[in-house]
């Protein structure tokens, strides 16, 4: 049972360009979802969080969206950067006392030069 | 430099053979996760440590166990692999609060051959 869902294996860019990459989840007790970035033969990074008591978290270029109702948040990026291409994951996690958190399968963003 | 330590970076094994990752902690941090991530897959939780004590299990195989220490640095043991273990295994450490997420250790490659 996939609980974080990250339908879209792969996303390609032109640079300058804003980048969106979407997560979905099913369990209504996720309180709070993160963004990781990860290079190859590196561990992910922390990226973005966003707490269920929001539904936009920005940091320079990146913003996070939440939409509690549909279940769904999304990653912008703006404007895209050729440093910017990885793997990002999706993760969320709940209030149950152990903050381990379940990630998507991950999008592959190429941004183009 | 995460300040997460993982060991060894590269590991070639048999099929019945027994393994050990692992892992230092960035300093100060308690927590340790340990993820398993299979080609095309997501990042699995397998098993989450507090200050030596287990305190949440994933979709960790009774073939695998894992401890950690006093001086707080975790070991991941996997025995009797079989070749779908073969694998990235990754270790994240936190101070056990949600904000700012996990940081994360480079990996531990397993090749189960």
């Known amino acids: 049972d996939q609980q974080v869902k990250q339908n879209s294996p792969s996303l390609s860019v032109q640079e300058g360009r804003i980048s969106i990459l979407n997560c979905d989840y099913t369990n209504s007790m996720f309180d709070y979802f993160l963004w990781y970035k990860k290079y190859p033969a590196e561990g992910p990074t922390f990226l973005i969080s966003i707490s269920s008591i929001k539904d936009k978290n920005e940091d320079g270029r990146f913003t996070v969206f939440l939409n509690k109702s549909a279940k769904h948040l999304s990653l912008h990026i703006v404007p895209s950067q050729p440093g910017d291409s990885a793997v990002y994951f999706c993760?969320?996690?709940?209030?149950?006392?152990?903050?381990?958190?379940?990630f998507g399968t991950g999008t592959r963003l190429k941004v183009l030069a | 430099d995460s300040g997460v330590t993982q060991t060894p970076k590269h590991l070639i094994t048999a099929t019945g053979q027994r393994v050990t990752l692992r892992c230092s902690p960035r300093?100060?941090?308690?927590?340790v996760y340990w993820y398993q991530q299979s080609l095309d897959q997501g990042l699995q939780f397998l098993i989450h440590y507090y200050n030596g004590e287990e305190r949440a299990k994933g979709n960790i195989l009774e073939r695998f166990s894992a401890q950690q220490f006093p001086d707080l640095h975790s070991e991941l043991n996997l025995s009797s692999l079989e070749l779908g273990d073969s694998a990235l295994y990754f270790c994240?450490?936190?101070?056990?609060?949600?904000?700012?997420?996990?940081?994360f250790g480079s990996g531990t490659r397993l090749t189960v051959v």
């Open positions: 300093s100060g941090d308690l927590s």
């Open positions: 993760a969320a996690t709940g209030s149950s006392g152990t903050y381990k958190y379940i």
């Open positions: 994240a450490s936190s101070v056990s609060t949600r904000g700012g997420g996990y940081t």
